[in-house]
Structures are given as structure tokens and as C-alpha cells.
């Protein structure tokens, strides 16, 4: 049996103000650190104890006890039994004045360009929204540029932020990220009472499908994970509080149309290495902003390499998967196209594929383009020239995000 803390980060302690706030943290953490845990591939826990400040009947307690061994099973393949344990609360005395107000609306803001056009959109949408940025310990350069971006972005447009110290995050990347970042937002809403959380990620990151059947893929906004987040939050808080993923159609290259402004993009880092503080040019993230950045005739000098005149197995995974997923749907691996098929998401990646080719085609107009990618790109463009062009007319209009999308409530079924 294991039992893992939450950080003793001083700026924390405020969570411990409330009861139900505290349970939360504990519960986010726990999950949290058992990815990196099982990353590690140390001896991985079959049991694992989370203390918890509230009463909760059994029923609600077991309940919550299964999701979060299914959130686990379903994105980390380990079958860990969780048991909760109610355990007396520490006094504080601590104010946390930063906190005083009510917020209807909270955006995770994290310094991508998803969130700092979500945060611009939630504003405008409801007049009023709380930016909650969860900073990573060991993740210092990327916290710079979140503060820089609030200066150029929020400051003018009256948007507060809050920041929330998690964990460090240690080598690798955590795929449990974004169950910790909304039950973080629900310890927030324990204290401005909003009823809805938005989470502004683009859909081809959401759903991202695999390349390969090894590749590990980001998970981060995955549907199952959002919404185990969402209804263990509920159980612990008593009441409902909407997630919104308005972004969750939209291609990257259709997110950017809508900013479009390289001394804002510059600025935003979307990148899955937050090691250098700039955005690498050569995970899939970066290749989406670049892939956007050609399309839009938007700059590529911010990336530190451009992955287009080089090899790069990430890039020629995604370029070979659009092919495939365009032309031969058919022969794609079930595993490949699951997440697609589940969520119907079927005519967002006809876009984002037709969006990589676009690019390609651009580029190689400017001659400047590895030969793998023209060879591919000379196979598609012979019978599909007409799909391209049709594409190209339809990323000019502009699409405004849906605020009606909201997280389902999947494993219904839990007892
Ligand atoms: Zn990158």
C-alpha cells in the first residue's frame, strides 16, 4: 500500500482553507505522481491510499475509487486499486485574498496558443473569466513566458490569472496532466463558485490519433480523461460544473486564422519539451503551429529547427498517416483511428490531413522540403488537386468557436 502527499509548496497552503478543496488536491496529486511513478517503471503500487477531509457515503466512495482506477487503466494500461481514507483536516489561519472574488467562468491558461486565444474568446463570450495557470516546479522558463503573455494579453483586456504550483514534472511527459489541471480549476471554483471550466485545446490535439502502435500520444485533453476529471470533481464539490472544450473541431491551422499575428504567436509556447523555454520545432505540437504558420504565410523563424528540411520521424509518421487516412482509410490500423471513430471525429481530420498537404505543397513551391515529403506529396496532389483547393478556400472563412461543446459523461456505467 502507497500513499503519495501533495507538494508543500507554501503557495499551496491555501487549499487546505477548505475541506473539499483539500480532498481534491490530494486526489490530483495522487494520480499525478503514480504516472510518474509507473513512468519510472518502479516497483508500481497494486494499492494505493488518498486521503481525503470530507464525509462521503460508500457508495459515492467506491464510485470514485473505480474511476480512478479506470482513468489509469484506460491511459496508463495499470490496474491499480485506490482506497480513500478520511483523515482530520489541519487548521490554518491563512487568508487567500487573491481568491476573494466570485468567477463564474475559469480557462486554464498555460501560455500555448490554444489557451490565449480561449482566454480571449471565453472573456468575450461571458464578459467575465478567471485565468488559472498550473505551474510544473521544475518548469521555470515556461512560467516566464506565461507572465510575459499575461502583460501583452490579459493585462489590456482586464483578465486576472492565478497561478497553482503542481508537482514537478519531471523527465517525460505526464499524460495524467489534464485530470490534475481540472481538478486544480475545481479547487479554484470551491472558492469563486464558477460553474464552468474551459479547456481550449484544438481538436487535433484532443484526439490526436497514434502513428505508430508504440508511440505514446497526448492524452492530456483525451475525452476519458476530462471526464473522470469531471465526475470525480462533481462527487467531491455535491454539484454539477460544466467543462467546455469550444476548440474541440477546430484544426490548429483553423485555431491560428483566428489569431494570426506573429508578435502575438511568438510569444505562445505550445511545445512538449519545456526544457529550452522556445518552441522546438520538432514534436507534434510544434509541427501543428508550423503547419498552421506555412498555411496562414505566418513566420517559422521562432522554432529553434525547422523540421521541414529535415528528417524527422515525427513529421514523417504524421505525413504518411495523412496520406493513408485521406486515400485509404480502410487500411489505417484500428489503433490508429479509435479515438477518431469513437468521437466522430471523422471530418476534423479530413481537414487536418488536408491541412499537412496544403503546407507541403506551399513549401515545395519554395523549393525548400525534404525529398521523402515531395515523393508523398506528388502521389497525393495527382488525383486530389480539387480537395486541396476547396480546403484552401475554406480555412480563409473564419469560425468562431462553439461554447456548446461540454464533456460527456463517459463510464456512465459505474456503479
Ligand atoms: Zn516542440
Avoid at 170 to 182: D, I, M, P, V, W
Avoid at 291 to 313: A, M, P, W
Amino acid at each position: 500500500m502507497e500513499t503519495f502527499y501533495g507538494s508543500s509548496d507554501r503557495f499551496m497552503k491555501f487549499v487546505t482553507l477548505s475541506p473539499v478543496s483539500n480532498t481534491l488536491y490530494f486526489i490530483a496529486n495522487s494520480l499525478f505522481m503514480l504516472e510518474k511513478k509507473i513512468k519510472l517503471e518502479e516497483d508500481i503500487p497494486e494499492k494505493v491510499e488518498v486521503d481525503i477531509f470530507i464525509d462521503l457515503d460508500d457508495e459515492i466512495k467506491s464510485k470514485i475509487e473505480t474511476l480512478m482506477n479506470l482513468v489509469v487503466l484506460d491511459v496508463l494500461c495499470e490496474d491499480v486499486e485506490f482506497k480513500l481514507i478520511k483523515k482530520p483536516i489541519k487548521k490554518t489561519r491563512l487568508k487567500f485574498d487573491e481568491l476573494s472574488e466570485e468567477h463564474e467562468t475559469i480557462c486554464l491558461f498555460s501560455g500555448g496558443i490554444d489557451s490565449t486565444l480561449g482566454i480571449s474568446k471565453t472573456k468575450e463570450k461571458y464578459g467575465d473569466v478567471l485565468g488559472l495557470f498550473v505551474s510544473h516546479g521544475d518548469l521555470g522558463k515556461i512560467t516566464k513566458k506565461v507572465y510575459d503573455l499575461k502583460k501583452i494579453i490579459l493585462d489590456p483586456e482586464e483578465i486576472d490569472l492565478i497561478k497553482m504550483i503542481a508537482p514537478a514534472m519531471g523527465k517525460g511527459y505526464s499524460q495524467l496532466r489534464g485530470f490534475l489541471y481540472t481538478l486544480y480549476a475545481m479547487i479554484v471554483s470551491c472558492f469563486c463558485n464558477a460553474k464552468r471550466i474551459i479547456i481550449s485545446e484544438c481538436g487535433s490535439t484532443m484526439y490526436q490519433p497514434k502513428f505508430a502502435p508504440m508511440d505514446t500520444i497526448t492524452y492530456t485533453t483525451n475525452p476519458y480523461v476530462l471526464s473522470s476529471a469531471k465526475k470525480i470533481g462533481e462527487l467531491i464539490l455535491g454539484r454539477e460544473v460544466d467543462i467546455v472544450t469550444p476548440f474541440e473541431d477546430f484544426t490548429k491551422t483553423e485555431m491560428m486564422n483566428l489569431i494570426k499575428d506573429d508578435s502575438i504567436l511568438s510569444e505562445t509556447h505550445s511545445c512538449i519539451s519545456g526544457r529550452w523555454g522556445i518552441n522546438c520545432g520538432r514534436c507534434y505540437a510544434c509541427i501543428a503551429r508550423m503547419i498552421g504558420s506555412v498555411n496562414l504565410e505566418l513566420s517559422l523563424d521562432y522554432f529553434k529547427f525547422n523540421t521541414f528540411e529535415e528528417e524527422n520521424n515525427m513529421l514523417s509518421s504524421f505525413v504518411n498517416f495523412c496520406f493513408d487516412y485521406l486515400l485509404f482509410k480502410e487500411n489505417v490500423d484500428y489503433w490508429s483511428l479509435k479515438n477518431i471513430e469513437i468521437f466522430n471525429k471523422e471530418n476534423l481530420f479530413d481537414r487536418t490531413c488536408l491541412d499537412v498537404f496544403i503546407a507541403l505543397k506551399k513549401l515545395s513551391n519554395q523549393r525548400n522540403i525534404d525529398m521523402e515529403y515531395s515523393i508523398i506529396l506528388e502521389e497525393f496532389v495527382k488525383s486530389n488537386s480539387d480537395r486541396l483547393g476547396l480546403r484552401k478556400k475554406e480555412i480563409e472563412t473564419t469560425k468562431e468557436p462553439d461554447f456548446e461543446n461540454k464533456v460527456r459523461k463517459l463510464h456512465e456505467d459505474v456503479k
